[in-house]
T-cell receptor, first 116, second 112 residues
Framework: GAVVSQHPSRVICKSGTSVKIECRSLDFQATTMFWYRQFPKQSLMLMATSNEGSKATYEQGVEKDKFLINHASLTLSTLTVTSAHPEDSSFYIC????????????FGPGTRLLVL | AQKITQTQPGMFVQEKEAVTLDCTYDTSDPSYGLFWYKQPSSGEMIFLIYQGSYDQQNATEGRYSLNFQKARKSANLVISASQLGDSAMYFCAITVGNQFYFGTGTSLTVIP
């Protein structure tokens, strides 16, 4: 199966600071990467879809200026939470797929963000 | 509109027994894919099984099988011979176009 890594796995930061989360596809080229957010005991909520070399497509209600997504290469996408606040504390998960169609998404292990 | 429905928030099964997790979906697109993922307490999403809308046969992967009933728009996951390590959240998902829609999940507890 395909392997996707995420770094860091856990991060604690002060309110007002920015946090960058990396998502890497280790053994395949990911045409498309997805970023999700998950609150405790809830389902995954898609935040944005990013395609290599183009701007990310954000879901309705997700602030583009707050959640900056960069997909600079076929193996790396980053999510930067800018000026983090306690309500941004959540579990962030990325996934990657080889194609833009009905391809399986392979998920990273997730990043637990706690904003104090 | 909600695309995926999982009506069982929690399920219990005796070890070594089989269990069925329900999933229904709603789409007018003839081309779609159905997935099941397992999420243990560690948080990682683990891909279990995939069924394409045009696939004639039900998908199987080891102890996992997908009971695909296209006319009823259901894609239930059957886990045979349950193991203690199967205790986790299970999410059904559908991909239509380039969008993934997840259900609300079912928490499965395997009882020794």
């Amino acid at each position: 199966g395909a392997v996707v890594s995420q770094h860091p796995s856990r991060v604690i930061c002060k309110s007002g600071t920015s946090v960058k989360i990396e998502c890497r596809s280790l053994d395949f080229q990911a045409t498309t990467m997805f970023w999700y957010r998950q609150f405790p005991k809830q389902s995954l909520m898609l935040m944005a879809t990013s395609n290599e070399g183009s701007k990310a497509t954000y879901e309705q209600g997700v602030e583009k200026d707050k959640f900056l997504i960069n997909h600079a290469s076929l193996t790396l996408s980053t999510l930067t939470v800018t000026s983090a606040h306690p309500e941004d504390s959540s579990f962030y998960i990325c996934s990657a797929s080889r194609d833009r169609g009905l391809e399986t998404q392979y998920f990273g292990p997730g990043t637990r963000l706690l904003v104090l | 509109a909600q695309k995926i429905t999982q009506t069982q928030p929690g399920m219990f099964v005796q070890e070594k027994e089989a269990v069925t997790l329900d999933c229904t979906y709603d789409t007018s697109d003839p081309s779609y894919g159905l997935f099941w993922y397992k999420q243990p307490s560690s948080g990682e999403m683990i891909f279990l099984i995939y069924q394409g809308s045009y696939d004639q046969q039900n998908a199987t992967e080891g102890r996992y099988s997908l009971n695909f009933q296209k006319a009823r728009k259901s894609a239930n996951l059957v886990i045979s011979a349950s193991q203690l390590g199967d205790s986790a959240m299970y999410f059904c998902a559908i991909t239509v176009g380039n969008q993934f829609y997840f259900g609300t999940g079912t928490s499965l507890t395997v009882i020794p």
